[in-house]
């Protein structure tokens, strides 16, 4: 990509991989599964066009940046900890910077600022809201609770087993399954079936996906392999301990929050009654807004480039 720089940097005992562009305030953009920093591509443009840093890492276990073999050290406390020290390294000169995050990038940016909002000036997040925890329940038990056990999410609790049927079906497919999904509720991946397509169906690309962007996809997750981006889901329960300090904390800076009407996550787990009926504001307090794009599913930073980089410009420039 024209005018992207690459590098690795030292974080917590990884190298970490950073694509960024431009010079000014720094905005951390941050990728969710099954991505890259790639994902953020057209934002990263837009933005240095407009006079900012953009910033993009591979987080922990995606792309190029290492995948510790442990799945224990993928807990929101390691992810961050990476965020913090890649933000000394990046941002030193900047005591606060923008944050934007998408899928599990929302989520950490989430806990970002959840632990340390002394560092974030602003925060547009996509597709994820804040969850709060309940501290009657761990979260993947009320995942099965809500939907049974091919819930995805609870199909990725197994170590290796998800993986192998990954691979039987390979990596290339897997990536163009999940994202082109865009079903409006959620995701279930039943044994011996996984996407329910058979496997030499065709899978169309849509107008915003390029057959040489999956091809980058698949190229590192065909080097990496999926555990490193799965063993974020490992660590849900775990995170949920670990997080019993914050039960009932709110988030304390200025957000905005972006979902499209046909995304998995706006269409399950009672996110629309959370995000519409007073709960996101009352975690969220300074919540300034919340946009739902129509007819848009879950990966809306790369289905409406363009739109998504003007919101999140509008946003941020009002706090430099």
């Given amino acids: 990509m024209e005018g ?3 590098r690795s940097i030292k974080v917590n ?7 960024e562009k431009g010079q000014g305030p720094v905005v951390l953009f941050l990728h969710g599964f099954p991505e890259l920093w790639y994902s953020w591509r057209h934002q990263i443009q837009t933005l240095a066009s407009l006079g900012y840093r953009a910033v993009a890492p591979d987080l922990r276990g995606f792309g190029d940046t290492d995948a510790p073999a442990d799945s224990s050290s993928y807990t929101c406390f390691h992810v961050v900890g990476d965020l913090v020290a890649l933000l000394d390294a990046v941002a030193g000169d ?3 910077v923008f944050v934007v995050g998408h899928d ?8 970002l600022c959840l632990f340390r909002p002394d560092r974030v000036k602003a925060l ?3 597709s994820v809201q804040f969850f709060p925890r309940n501290p009657q329940m761990k979260f993947v038990e009320s995942m099965k609770a809500a939907y049974g056990n091919d819930y995805y999410i609870c199909r990725f609790q197994e170590p290796g087993e998800i993986e192998a049927e990954f691979a039987q079906i390979g990596t290339a497919r897997v990536i163009r399954e999940l994202l082109t999904f865009r079903h409006p509720g959620p995701l279930f991946l039943p044994k011996g079936k996984l996407f329910g397509h058979p496997p030499d169906a065709p899978i169309p690309l849509p107008s915003w996906l390029s057959e040489d962007d999956v091809n980058y996809y698949v190229s590192k997750f065909e080097k990496k392999g999926f555990t490193g981006g799965i063993n974020y889901y490992r660590n849900l329960d775990r995170n949920w301990e670990l997080l019993a300090p914050w039960t009932g904390a709110q988030v304390k800076v200025p957000v905005k929050f972006i979902v499209g009407d046909q995304d998995l996550v ?3 787990l009672g ?14 307090p300074f919540l300034e807004a919340v946009v739902v794009m129509e007819g848009v599913a879950h990966f809306n930073n790369q289905e409406k480039a363009d739109e998504i980089s003007e919101h ?3 946003f941020i420039k009002k706090f430099e």
Wanted: glycine share 10%.
């Fill in 271 to 284: 996110a629309k009654d959370f995000i519409h009926n007073g709960g996101f504001k009352k975690y969220v």
């Fill in 312 to 314: 999140i410009h509008d």
């Fill in 13 to 19: 005992g990884i190298n970490m991989h950073v694509a």
């Fill in 266 to 268: 706006y269409n399950s």
């Fill in 104 to 111: 599990w990038g929302a989520i950490m940016a989430w806990y």
């Fill in 124 to 126: 547009v997040n996509l």
């Fill in 4 to 6: 992207v720089e690459h």
């Fill in 94 to 96: 900047q005591e606060k």
